[in-house]
């Protein structure tokens, strides 16, 4: 499939491209959750668990979104 999509903004070219969008909530909870995640490494058997925790807590609050972005004036809408 071949899309030729056109900017309608400025009529440039439009491909295909990932958005990283950031939740603040989510992050906040995220540094909670990886605050327990340290708690737990520091109970010996807690690692486990903990560092799993924690290294997941990084990626929260983070969501991949598929855009479809302009080359040349940068708007972009999401691909559904
Ligand atoms: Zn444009």
């Known amino acids: 499939m071949s899309e030729e999509l056109k900017c309608s ?7 295909p491209k ?7 909530g989510v992050q906040v909870a995220g ?6 995640g340290l708690i737990l490494c520091f109970t010996g058997l807690g690692a486990f668990f903990g560092v799993p925790l924690m290294i997941g807590a990084c990626f929260m609050g983070y969501k991949k979104k598929k855009i479809m972005a302009c080359t040349s004036c940068g708007y ?5």
């Open 31 to 36: 540094v909670l959750v990886f605050m327990l």
């Open 18 to 24: 990932k958005k990283t969008e950031r939740n603040m």
């Open 76 to 80: 972009f809408f999401e691909r559904v």
């Open 9 to 15: 903004q400025c009529g440039g070219q439009m491909v």
